[in-house]
C-alpha cells in the first residue's frame, strides 16, 4: 500500500491518501501519517485503506505534502561504508575504526520537511548546497530496546529521503565537535509516498535490507546510482540503536545515511555541474517507491 498526503484542487484541507494506478484515493483518516498512526494503528490504517475505491487523477493534485509533516523525532544514520569512506577521503582523513562498532545517527529538524515538488530555499550563507540519496524508515508502533524481528516489525514502510547539506557550514561547525546543526537543519524533503513493507517482500534481501535501485539526477542528468542491498548497517540494527533505552513513537523518521556516490562531496562538484544553486533541480528515485522532485530557489 502507497501513502501519500495531497493537497486536492478545490479542498480547503490536505487529504490521506492511497496510491492506485493512475490516481489516488483519498481516505477517511487525519493528514499525516503520524497522527492516522497514532489514532488508528497500523493494521487498521491499512484495513481502512483497502475501503476505499475511489479513485481522483494525478492532476487533481495541487500540493504533494510530506507524507508524514510532523514527525516526533528525525534520526539520520551514517549507514554506507562507501559513502563514509569517500567522504572522508575528500577531506584527507581516514576511516573511523569506532564507526564499526554501532551506527550512528544525529538528530535532524522535524519541522523543516518538504513534500515531493516543493521548492527549497538556498540558505544564504552556503556556497555548497549539496543534495544526500537516502531511504528512510517510518516507524509504525511504539518500541523501545527492541532488536532484530522485533525491530523490523516496528516499520511502517519506506520513503524516499533527501537529506540537504550546506556543506561548507557543516564543515566548520563540526570542528566545534558538535553538529551538524546550521549545516542541516534548513530543510530535509521525504516523498512523495509511504510505500509499506509488504509491497515490497519480493525484494527483501535480509533483516531490514531490500534490493532497491536509488538513482540521483540533476537538472534531468543521471549523476549517481546505488542500492539500498549495499547497506553496512541495516535497518533492524539502526532501529534497535536508535531505540536503546529511549522510546520509538509513530511516524518518527529514520534515515539511512546517503548511498554511496549520491552526493556532491562524494562525486565532487567538477562532475556534478557544481553544487546546488537556485534554478537547479534535483530527482531522487528508489525503485518501487518513487521519485522525489526538489526544485532549489533563491
Known amino acids: 500500500m502507497r501513502f501519500c498526503v495531497v493537497q486536492i484542487v478545490g479542498e480547503r484541507k490536505p487529504s490521506l491518501a492511497i496510491g492506485r494506478a493512475g490516481g489516488l484515493a483519498p481516505i477517511d483518516a487525519p493528514p499525516s501519517l503520524r497522527e492516522a498512526l497514532d489514532n488508528l494503528g497500523p493494521e487498521a490504517l491499512r484495513h481502512r485503506g483497502e475501503e476505499y475505491t475511489t479513485t481522483l487523477a494525478l492532476d487533481c493534485v495541487e500540493t504533494w505534502l510530506p507524507p508524514v509533516p510532523d514527525p516526533r523525532t528525525f534520526r539520520d544514520f551514517y ?18 575504526p569506532e564507526w564499526y562498532k554501532f551506527p550512528v545517527f544525529y538528530f535532524s529538524n522535524p519541522t523543516t520537511l518538504r513534500g515531493h515538488n516543493q521548492p527549497v530555499k538556498k540558505p544564504a550563507a552556503t556556497r555548497e548546497l549539496d543534495f544526500e540519496l537516502e531511504i528512510a524508515a517510518i516507524i509504525g508502533r511504539q518500541v523501545q530496546d527492541v532488536s532484530g524481528q522485533a525491530a523490523e516489525h516496528a516499520i511502517f514502510g519506506f520513503t524516499v529521503l533527501n537529506d540537504l547539506s550546506a556543506r561548507d557550514l557543516q564543515r566548520e561547525e563540526m570542528k566545534c565537535q558538535l553538529g551538524p546543526a546550521k549545516g542541516k537543519d534548513f530543510a530535509s524533503a521525504i516523498g512523495p509516498c509511504v510505500v509499506t513493507c509488504d509491497e515490497l517482500a519480493d525484494r527483501r534481501v535480509g533483516p531490514g535490507r ?30 534497535a540503536r536508535a531505540s536503546q533505552d529511549a522510546p520509538l513513537f509513530p511516524g518518527d523518521l529514520i534515515g539511512s545515511g546517503t548511498v554511496g556516490t549520491g552526493c556532491v562531496l562524494e562525486l565532487g562538484p567538477e562532475a556534478t555541474d557544481g553544487w546546488l544553486e537556485p534554478g537547479d533541480v534535483i530527482e531522487l528515485e528508489i525503485e518501487q517507491i518513487g521519485v522525489l522532485r526538489t526544485p532549489i530557489v533563491p
Open 79 to 96: 549507514a554506507f561504508e562507501q559513502h563514509v569512506r569517500a567522504a572522508r577521503q575528500k577531506r584527507g582523513l581516514d576511516m573511523i
Open 210 to 239: 531490500y534490493d532497491l535501485t536509488m538513482i540521483a539526477r540533476k537538472n534531468g542528468r543521471e549523476i549517481s546510482r546505488g542500492n539500498m542491498r549495499d547497506l553496512y548497517w541495516d535497518f533492524t540494527q539502526m532501529i
